[in-house]
């Protein structure tokens, strides 16, 4: 099994800047990629972006440029800066890990993320 403990979460106004962090544990040998998802509310939980081993990432189209994953495999820690924030980012922020065959997904607890002014 995989832990997934993320932080950074919090209240920032438009425009601003967060990072969040997510550290794995337990299995984490068996993990191919990491990465972020969001849930607002009412709304499907959602891609945001991922990263895998090798660094190839893939980001939603409506962070792209204002996001950026990345991680540090010795550490087994993924984050996500995002900058230039907006009212629709507003939402819960999941750390996601992939791993195993057939894939897997594991969550973290989520954090949440507000923008407003």
């Known amino acids: 099994q995989v832990q997934l403990m993320e932080s950074g979460g919090g209240l920032v106004q438009p425009g601003g800047a967060l990072r969040l962090s997510c550290v794995a544990s337990?299995?984490?040998?068996?993990?191919?990629?990491m990465g972020w998802y969001r849930q607002a509310p009412g709304k499907e939980r959602e891609l945001v972006a991922l990263?895998?081993?090798?660094?190839?990432?893939i980001y939603a189209d409506s962070v792209k440029g204002r996001f950026t994953v990345s991680r540090d495999n010795a550490k087994n820690l993924v984050f996500l800066q995002m900058n230039n924030l907006k009212p629709e980012d507003t939402a819960v922020y999941y750390c996601?890990?992939?791993?195993?065959?057939?894939?897997?997904?594991?969550w973290g607890q989520g954090t949440q993320v507000t923008v407003s002014s």
């Open positions: 996601n890990s992939k791993r195993g065959i057939p894939p897997r997904d594991d």
């Open positions: 337990g299995t984490v040998s068996s993990i191919y990629s």
């Open positions: 990263i895998s081993l090798t660094g190839d990432t």
